[in-house]
């Protein structure tokens, strides 16, 4: 079973600041299999990235993935307001990190 | 635009089977996407429970597999959820989705809140 462990747990940032979200795999996991969510309180998860690096449908270019193998990033090189939020990231439908909580400094 | 929303109780006893159903709107459960479950625990992270094909192929978490079955009705254009022998730990908000297996999960209902209690 693969365990992806998402870092730091929380991440404190002021809008304008860049953010690198980080996902880990135990072992090493196809890029095609990748993906990126973010989920605001109350709301269903979205998607932001598949394939570790293609931007879903209607996802601000702001948001990029990157990584192969083990390790993988999601980052966000301008915060807006709206861009704070939980981030998980997942390995093909079957496994979720933890998630990261992404909170205005 | 591809709509997904669930329905069925919002509390369940103890040791009974939780069931839900998630009605697809926009797109024919026929054209090819994977249909699934997912459910989130109060203040925690997310699950997959189970995904189905239009065909009735399914696939489970092996974790709750000898407790979950996943169904699909073409006719209705939905999939339904059973969990039996429910217990507190089962209490979450469950949402129905789907997408490009194993690839992504693009389209997300709303979610349901499934209390477990007598």
């Known amino acids: 079973e693969i365990v992806l462990t998402q870092s730091p747990g929380t991440l404190s940032l002021s809008p304008g600041e860049r953010a690198t979200l980080s996902c880990r795999a135990s072992?090493?996991?196809?890029?095609?299999?990748l993906a990126w969510y973010q989920q605001k309180p109350g709301q269903a998860p979205r998607l932001l990235i598949y394939?570790?690096?293609s931007r879903a449908t209607g996802i601000p270019d702001r948001f990029s993935g990157s990584g192969s193998g083990t390790d993988f990033t999601l980052t966000i090189s301008r915060l807006e307001p709206e861009d704070f939020a939980v981030y998980y990231c997942q390995q093909t439908w079957y496994t979720f990190g933890q998630g990261t909580k992404l909170e205005i400094k | 635009q591809v709509q997904l929303q669930e329905s069925g109780p919002g509390l369940v006893k103890p040791s009974e089977t939780l069931s839900l159903t998630c009605a697809v709107s926009?797109?024919?459960?026929?054209?090819?996407?994977?249909w699934g479950w997912i459910r989130q625990p109060p203040g925690k992270g997310l699950e997959w429970i189970g995904s189905i094909y239009h065909s009735g192929s399914t696939y489970y978490n092996p974790s709750l597999k000898s407790r979950v079955t996943i169904s699909v009705d073409t006719s209705k254009n939905q999939f339904s959820l059973k969990l039996s022998s429910v217990t507190a730990a089962d209490t979450a908000v469950y949402y129905c989705a789907g997408g490009r297996w194993l690839y992504s999960i693009d389209y997300w209902g709303q979610g349901t809140l499934v209390t477990v209690s007598s």
């Open positions: 072992q090493s996991v196809s890029s095609s299999y």
């Open positions: 926009g797109y024919s459960i026929s054209s090819g996407y994977y």
């Open positions: 394939g570790a690096s």
